[in-house]
């Protein structure tokens, strides 16, 4: 038994380092002085923090794409998430014909790389709506291919809730929205959570739509500018090139630390019982 548990802890361990090591030595690097990032050294002789102060100031449009980036993010994740709780909650409460087509339509869809597939009838949709190199533009198609996971996702809450409750609500005089916005939300938090933290995921690191529906740098989103960025020296020296990697990333690292209880607590009350 305590080999086993040895083993299991070992595992996740040797899992976790590849992911921490990393994002370590991007952070060191990030505040490495240029001639320690250039001299190979691991441990730096001189700690420099400026790099972060040049990449918001002197780099013209990265403010501009870091918010850009905020603003198609919070869009998707509050839309997304709106659309699900109202879906989820049709699909499990309204006995509507057709609802086990749908639910089978949006299981299936999770089976092929829709976002592939779909690239050039999004493309043609964005431009017949004049969408494309518009950063607001980028919301709908990022809302339309969350969309399927994250009502599965709340209908699979949504049937945890005992049907007595939802019989008592009514007899109490609660109509559908009261049932709803009363009794069923504050009783979802937790799978809210999860459906939030998805699409947040998602939407903040998503690169072939935003690379492929917008052109000028000024309307692109950070992954984008991230990925066409060529570190050596100059404006983007590699300090400076990890410096971005790191605000990049401490949004959804924060996002995450603050809302983990609820995430785990969602997850084991259904929300991967699709």
């Known amino acids: 038994m305590k080999t086993g548990i040895f083993l299991r802890h070992l595992t996740i361990?040797?899992?976790?380092?590849?992911?921490?090591?990393?994002?370590?030595?991007v952070l060191l690097l990030s505040i490495k002085s240029m001639p320690d990032a250039y001299s190979g050294t691991l441990w730096p002789d001189k700690f420099d923090f400026s790099h972060y102060w040049y990449v918001v100031t002197k780099i013209e449009t990265l403010p501009r794409n870091m918010l850009n980036s905020i603003v198609v993010t919070l869009s998707t994740v509050v839309i997304t998430t709106v659309c699900a709780i109202l879906a989820g909650y049709a699909l499990v409460y309204a006995r509507?014909?057709?609802?086990?087509?749908?639910?089978?339509?949006?299981?299936?869809?999770?089976?092929?790389?829709?976002?592939?597939?779909?690239?050039?009838?999004?493309?043609?949709?964005?431009?017949?709506?004049?969408?494309?190199?518009?950063?607001?533009?980028?919301?709908?198609?990022?809302?339309?291919l969350n969309l399927a996971i994250s009502v599965l996702i709340m209908r699979a809450i949504f049937e945890q809730i005992p049907v007595e409750l939802i019989e008592a609500s009514r007899l109490d005089g609660c109509g559908p929205w009261g049932t709803l916005i009363r009794v069923l939300l504050p009783?979802?938090?937790?799978?809210?959570?999860?459906?939030?933290?998805?699409?947040?995921?998602?939407?903040?690191?998503?690169?072939?739509?935003?690379?492929?529906?917008?052109?000028?740098?000024?309307?692109?989103?950070?992954?984008?500018?991230?990925?066409?960025?060529?570190?050596?020296?100059?404006?983007?020296?590699?300090?400076?090139?990890?410096?971005?990697y790191i605000l990049l990333v401490l949004p959804g690292i924060t996002f995450f630390a603050l809302l983990q209880r609820l995430y785990f607590k969602g997850l084991t009350e259904g929300a991967l019982k699709l």
């Open 13 to 25: 361990n040797f899992f976790l380092a590849i992911i921490v090591l990393p994002l370590l030595w």
């Open 96 to 144: 509507m014909p057709g609802r086990i087509a749908v639910i089978s339509v949006l299981t299936a869809s999770l089976f092929f790389p829709t976002k592939l597939i779909s690239l050039i009838a999004i493309y043609e949709i964005q431009r017949w709506l004049g969408l494309i190199n518009s950063t607001l533009g980028l919301i709908p198609p990022y809302v339309t």
């Open 187 to 244: 009783l979802t938090v937790n799978g809210i959570v999860v459906v939030a933290i998805v699409n947040f995921v998602t939407a903040w690191g998503e690169f072939l739509l935003a690379a492929t529906l917008t052109n000028d740098q000024a309307v692109r989103t950070m992954p984008v500018i991230l990925a066409s960025v060529f570190g050596g020296m100059g404006q983007w020296a590699w300090p400076r090139v990890a410096a971005v």
